[in-house]
């Protein structure tokens, strides 16, 4: 998983750095509300209200932008005193659980009209850090892995003035099977602002 992340962190580089004269760019900063699924749900199965998504782009052809995502959400839950059994131990208590997501992305977007109101597609592809926490008494249980990760995206913009514009958007992050890991995703609801500059 280093190297992916090694490779993330290249392609991220040659966006900023890439000598395209004339570009437009895109900086955009959102609030992010997670759901979770698969693997992620029988961990933590509540709704994460704690997320935020930075991201910058560059137009590289008309309607085509290419960018880096960075992001962070936390879930939480509460489970109710019972008895829990992981590998080969059990343990009876209150459990709470947490998962905290650091996706790190390369990604394309492709927007469609250029009236007001834009609608656009995208791809992301990178690396997740996935830090879990399972806390029960004194006891803590802690993994931590690096997941390779997909990421459709679909959403559109709203001009509100000359170089600022709402956005709102779902991207589904999957983040595929390891050695130490399941699979899992999670279903990313993103609003914020973007800002426009030459």
Known sequence: MKKIAIITIMLA?????????????????QYTMGIPAGGLKDHVS????????????????????VGVNFAWSTFYERKDYASYTRNNATLTGVQYRYDNLFPMLVNAHYTIGTNTIVPYVGLGIGTMYDLRN??????TL???NWHFLMTPEAGFMYDISPGTSLKLNAKYDYAFKIKDADAFGNLNINFGFVFNSW
């Open 13 to 29: 580089a040659g966006v900023f750095i890439s000598p395209i004269v004339s570009a437009q760019s895109f900086t955009s900063i």
């Open 142 to 144: 802690e993994e931590d």
């Open 46 to 65: 509540k709704i994460s209200w704690r997320g935020a998504t930075f991201e910058f782009h560059r137009e590289v052809a008309p309607s085509v932008t």
């Open 134 to 139: 399972t806390d029960m008494g004194s006891w």
